[in-house]
């Protein structure tokens, strides 16, 4: 069997990369720049760090803004219109998972005019071209949607979180500049962080893990559980920096490989709920590895490792509560709710909620055979 990994062809790192984007537009002649990105960040003025790029070098650009925390099919539609009567030949993102997420289904549908339908994108879609080029400034540190293959759209018809999977979707270029990142809101550099982190342990416990990926999970994990505390709680911008490298690396990995039942679960409470999908993973997480734990207690031991956890004379299961604890630690000392109740959830919606995860996509990779009673049980078992 052949492994195989598919990244950005160029990613820019650190403070003040942004600038790198016009010397990326020049290169690649292109003409006319539609960036999306959303309300929150223009009133912010996070846009603007990098709209004012443009302006200075004179490249016209037109933006798309109406994006939801948990995009839509109605919302990516809108946009291709306008990307049409823009005359757009590149999108640049500037924003988090939501805002890329939409970008990359833009993409798409401009070069493959079958799926302006949306919904058929579904799950591994069949398309025939690379997206329009797409370039990222992602201003969040956790869904590393800048360097993954896959994008979530919520088909509100049928309450569902669509999550599509297409090479043809990645970015050209993304730029990882940690100043974008700077004026987000501590819940959200909490609930992102915890997303970042989540991905990371997923991905290395997913079935389809190799060789190379479990060097990029285990490296990721370390990274984003020594520093998240510090980048929320004290806003130090190096331990900020840190993290957003650690989502990136994550990102390389799980992209290729795929996550578990945590996301699944997490995307049912976004279709049904609207919940962010970093503060849903964040609650689940504990619940999920307690459960995993019993097939697979020999990776949470190099997890473990990684987090130079003290294991020495422990057993198996031992290991494994320890490091659950020490999730639980970190998600709690920055904020994030334990149960779902504490979110709104109502307990008689469980059902229906286990009903759609188990027929997720990301199911099929979780380590431990998944049925939708397991699914539910955890479900009850995280709601207080």
Known sequence: MANKIILNETSYFGRESRKELINELKARNFKKVLVITDRPLIDAKVTE???KELEMEKIPYEIYSKIKSNPTVENVKEGVNICKSTNADVLVAVGGGSVIDTAKCISIVMTNK???????????????????????LPTTAGTAAEVTINYVITDMKNTKKMVCVDPHD??????????????MPKKLKAETGMDALTHAIEGYLTKASWLMT??????????????LEKA???????SLDNVAY???IAGMGFSNVGLGIVHSMAHSLGAYYDTPHGLANAILLPYVLKFNGKVCPELFKNMAGALNLEIDGLADNEIVDKFVMEIRRIAENIGIPKTLKEIGIKKED???????????????????????????NIYKEAYE
């Open 350 to 376: 469980l059902e229906k909620l286990a009903n759609q995860a188990i027929n997720d996509v990301c199911t099929t990779g979780n380590p431990r055979e998944t049925t939708k009673e397991d699914i539910l």
């Open 232 to 238: 929320v709680n004290e806003e130090d911008k190096e």
């Open 170 to 183: 990645i970015p050209v270029v993304a730029i990882i500049d940690q100043e974008l990142m700077d004026k």
């Open 49 to 51: 760090m990098v709209t």
């Open 214 to 227: 479990d060097m990029f999970h285990l490296n990721a994990m370390a990274l984003i559980f020594k520093n």
């Open 246 to 248: 650690g989502q990136y």
């Open 114 to 136: 079958e799926f302006e339908d949306i919904i058929s994108l579904d799950g591994m879609a069949n398309t025939k071209n690379k997206g329009l080029p797409l370039i990222t």
